[in-house]
Nanobody, 126 residues
Framework: QVQLIESGGSVVQAGGSLRLSCAAS????????MAWFRQAPGKEREFVAG????????SYADSVKGRFTFSRDNAKSTMFLQMNSLKAEDTALYSC???????????????????WGQGTQVTVSS
């Protein structure tokens, strides 16, 4: 049974940093596409950052480019999201996702992913 467990969410002041982690278990993920999404209250889930398959292309939402960095450690089946220069508008529930059959053009589409974590809350106070 595949499980994704996020950690690292917290309350932080604007301009601060956080590092989110997502540990995957119950499968082999080295060839899978991994990504972070977020959902703020009253808004749709949106793509934040992800890496295509095995250390392939990394993509970012325009709103986080230059501030967030996606990384993964296949040996530990773990993905990370380093978030710097946080803004109030980054406040959301952040969820990790894994997909094994995603093509590059689908990376930002949440319906393309097979497995999801429960999410970790990030709150940025201004």
């Amino acid at each position: 049974q595949v499980q994704l467990i996020e950690s690292g969410g917290s309350v932080v002041q604007a301009g601060g940093s956080l590092r989110l982690s997502c540990a995957a278990s119950g499968g082999t993920f080295s060839q899978s596409t991994m990504a972070w999404f977020r959902q703020a209250p009253g808004k749709e889930r949106e793509f934040v950052a992800g890496m295509f398959r095995n250390y392939g292309r990394t993509s970012y939402a325009d709103s986080v480019k230059g501030r967030f960095t996606f990384s993964r450690d296949n040996a530990k089946s773990t993905m990370f999201l380093q978030m710097n220069s946080l803004k109030a508008e980054d406040t959301a529930l952040y969820s990790c996702a894994v997909g094994s059959r995603i093509i590059l053009s689908q990376m930002q589409n949440p319906t393309a992913y097979d497995y999801w974590g429960q999410g970790t809350q990030v709150t940025v106070s201004s």
